[in-house]
């Protein structure tokens, strides 16, 4: 049966669409999608004797992701040192997830609950940084940070040290650094779901006789997790992947994730290894992000 | 004492945490700007005003070099990011869902969800064979890696737009016999006009801002202001590139202010 003249239209107007997205697509291809694809075959080759890779299979990258082999005995052991890494970026990513979570709600709080006009400002004073270089920014709190930064002098000035914090080169530091530079990504989620928030259920819950704390763990809360979800993620998934934090303010024995693998593709270095170690960050990140889906989706379900 | 009226919305100590968020966030940035016009080279000890710091990054070719490169890759990436994002906002709004949409939107959006640390070394690896097989290294890789990431960005507010955009108005130009391509040019671009433009401006700033993708992509003497200021923070810090972040912060904001009146919803 020929196609009427409806599903012809319709099937005309789909190929349009796709010759329309085709341009983007391409590049998207050339320059994203594509070179990923060649890290996940690089990670199953053999590593070249000064760097790069010889082009012959091999699982090596994978095994060196979490054991070595002993050069004297040819026994196997459990890559401490890669281990080392992964906790700390992980952990780091953890606390600076929690530590955003605690100063973002109330400041997404505050910003949800002004007057309209006022709100539109803060809202606006809280974009601009999230817009903002990233390099400039850690630039910046670690001018503030440093031996001889704004805050040690003031301490020292006030008499409360009497010799300058070392916090440069720290984990302290990289912890510092990621929340100030990811900060943003918690409170613009926060605020979004805060702002679609029914103030009248509170008035509702205190004339019900609930305190502050019941009002803010039993109706609050509840409502608004899917925020805090969606914002956790937003945060968990840049520091977990983070490079220049770490490398500005921890130095260059502090690694994090992203430094590691920079460290593979140097010279002379294993690049399988700092490919597969690119594959795992990937699906971590990608597990992250399906928990992000729903969570968004939840939210657009209650509203 | 009258008792201050309860406010429902009112969470105890919310507001103070609050304003010293806005505080820390800002002072940072403050002090960083403040301090590129130091006459002394303290990060912490104010010695008086001088635009020393701008002279001597002014004066120094590696800076201009840089400066010259970023605008150009910055240049090429968010045309040509703004282009094809058009294109693919306009192909995947106002209709019908159909088939491979999602996939679309997946690839379209693919950036955003990538650690760029990944994307970079990837690049690295396609780019350094490319280079040996063609023999080519000018700044089109550059190009290439910038105008991929800055799509999602450019097709973002022009999809928004689309989607509340009145489909009525090219009805009645399609009854008044104008051709699609008409329609399109007399009715649609000019409506998507503010949209187009702040796509392209959201893509310029972050191209210009990219470090990471940068840094791995870039051959010898491509540096761009962000890798040079990368580069010079293995030396002793130095307040010329407070002078340059200072410049680029201020190049960012401009073009923030314009983005937000040009999307700004007219009640």
């Avoid at chain 1, 990504?185 to 008035?203: G, K, N, T």
């Avoid at chain 2, 009715?187 to 949209?195: G, I, K, R």
């Avoid at chain 2, 962000?226 to 972040?245: C, E, F, K, W």
């Amino acid at each position: 049966m020929a196609p009427t003249l409806e599903e012809r239209t319709t099937r005309d107007q789909i190929r349009r669409n796709w010759w329309l997205s085709l341009p983007a697509l391409a590049i998207l291809t050339v320059a994203a999608i594509g070179p990923l694809l060649v890290v996940l075959v690089y990670s199953f080759l053999t590593p070249g004797e000064y760097g790069n890779v010889e082009w012959k299979f091999s699982t090596e990258g994978w095994t060196s992701v979490f054991v070595t082999k002993d050069i004297f005995d040819e026994t196997w052991k459990l890559a401490d040192a890669h281990m080392t890494i992964f906790w700390r970026s992980v952990k780091l990513s953890l606390i600076t997830t929690g530590l955003t979570l605690l100063v973002g709600f109330p400041t997404a709080w505050f910003i949800a609950t002004r007057e309209p006009r006022a709100k539109a400002l803060w809202l606006f004073l809280i974009t601009i940084p999230f817009w903002t270089n990233l390099l400039i920014r850690t630039f910046a709190i670690n001018q503030i940070i440093r031996t001889e930064g704004l805050l040690n002098t003031g301490l020292l000035k006030l008499g409360i040290i009497s010799t300058p914090l070392q916090i440069t080169y720290t984990d302290t530091a990289v912890l510092i650094g990621m929340v100030y530079v990811y900060l943003p990504l918690m409170v613009l989620p926060l605020f979004a779901s805060i702002d679609r928030f029914d103030m009248r259920l509170l008035e509702a819950g205190y004339d019900l006789y609930a305190s502050r704390a019941q009002v803010l763990r039993r109706v609050i809360l509840p409502l608004v997790k899917p925020g805090i979800v969606a914002g956790s993620i937003l945060v968990f998934i840049p520091c977990l992947g983070a490079y220049v934090t770490p490398r500005i303010l921890g130095g260059g024995k502090l690694m994090m994730i992203g430094n590691f693998i920079e460290l593979q593709f140097g010279q002379g270095r294993n690049w399988p290894l700092g490919a597969a170690i690119s594959i795992l960050l990937l699906i971590i990140v990608s597990i992250a992000l399906v928990f992000y889906v729903r969570a968004i989706n939840g939210e657009n379900r209650d509203a | 004492m009258r008792e201050r009226a309860f406010s429902v919305t009112n969470l105890p100590g919310f507001a103070t945490i609050a304003v010293a968020v806005f505080v820390l966030l800002y002072l940072p940035i403050v002090t960083l700007v403040v301090y590129s016009f130091n006459a002394g080279s303290s990060p912490s000890v104010w010695q008086g005003f001088s635009l020393h710091w701008y002279a001597l990054a002014w004066a120094n070719d590696q800076v201009k070099d840089a400066g010259i490169v970023s605008l150009i890759v910055a240049g090429f990436a968010a045309t040509i990011s703004t282009v094809v994002a058009t294109m693919a906002a306009l192909g995947t709004t106002r209709q019908k869902a159909f088939r491979g949409q999602t996939l679309i939107y997946v690839m379209i959006n693919q950036p955003l969800m990538v650690p760029e640390i990944v994307t970079a070394v990837a690049l690295l690896i396609v780019f350094a064979v490319v280079r040996q097989w063609t023999g080519y290294s000018g700044l089109g890789y550059l190009i290439l890696a910038h105008s991929a990431f800055c799509i999602p960005f450019a097709y973002l507010p022009i999809r928004a737009r689309l989607e509340s955009m009145d489909l009525t108005l090219e009805t009645a130009a399609a009854d008044l016999y104008a051709s699609r391509w008409q329609a399109f040019r007399r009715v649609t671009l000019p409506l998507l006009a503010p949209a187009i433009a702040a796509g392209a401006m959201l893509a310029f700033v972050i191209s210009l801002d990219d470090v990471v993708i940068t840094e791995f992509v870039k051959a010898p003497g491509q540096d761009t202001l962000p890798t040079y200021m990368l580069g010079q923070l293995r030396r002793a810090m130095n307040p010329d590139v407070n002078a340059i972040s200072t410049i680029l912060l201020g190049v960012t904001l401009v073009l923030l202010s314009l983005f937000y009146l040009m999307t700004r919803k007219r009640d």
